[in-house]
C-alpha cells in the first residue's frame, strides 16, 4: 500500500496529532494529546486522545494497560488543574450505535455545569 492511501484512511484525530489540521491543544506528552471539542457540549469539554491508534475500548489489548490508566489518570490531572473542573464528567462511546462517530479511542471530559442524569 502507498503512503498516500495510508494517509487518506487516518482518523481526524491521527491528523490532529500529526499536526495536519489544527486544533487547540491542552495538554500533550509522547502518549496522549488532550483538545477542545469543537462542539462542546458543556463550558468545558475536551477531548483525551491516545496517540497510539485504537479503534475503541473493546479493541484495548493487554499491552495497551498503560495507556489505559494514563488516559484515567490524565482526567484526574486535569480536574485538579483546570479552574472549574474539580467536579467532572468522563464519557467515552464504544461503537456507532451508542454514538461513537470518530473510530479512534477517546474519553469526552465534561465538566464546568451541573449534570443530571445521562
Do not use: C, W, Y
Amino acid at each position: 500500500m502507498e503512503s498516500t492511501e495510508l494517509k487518506q484512511d487516518r482518523t481526524i484525530f491521527e491528523k490532529i496529532i500529526d499536526r495536519d489540521i489544527p486544533s487547540d491543544i491542552v495538554f500533550e506528552d509522547d502518549d496522549l494529546i488532550v483538545i477542545k471539542d469543537i462542539s462542546p457540549k458543556a463550558p468545558i469539554h475536551l477531548l483525551i486522545i491516545p496517540k497510539k491508534p485504537i479503534k475503541d475500548i473493546a479493541s484495548l489489548k493487554a499491552d495497551d494497560q498503560a495507556i489505559a490508566g494514563k488516559l484515567l489518570l490524565i482526567a484526574g490531572h486535569l480536574s485538579e488543574t483546570i479552574p472549574g473542573a474539580k467536579d467532572f464528567r468522563l464519557i467515552a462511546n464504544n461503537g456507532a450505535s451508542v454514538g461513537q462517530s470518530v473510530f479512534h479511542l477517546h474519553f469526552h471530559f465534561l465538566a464546568g455545569k451541573a449534570m443530571d442524569g445521562f
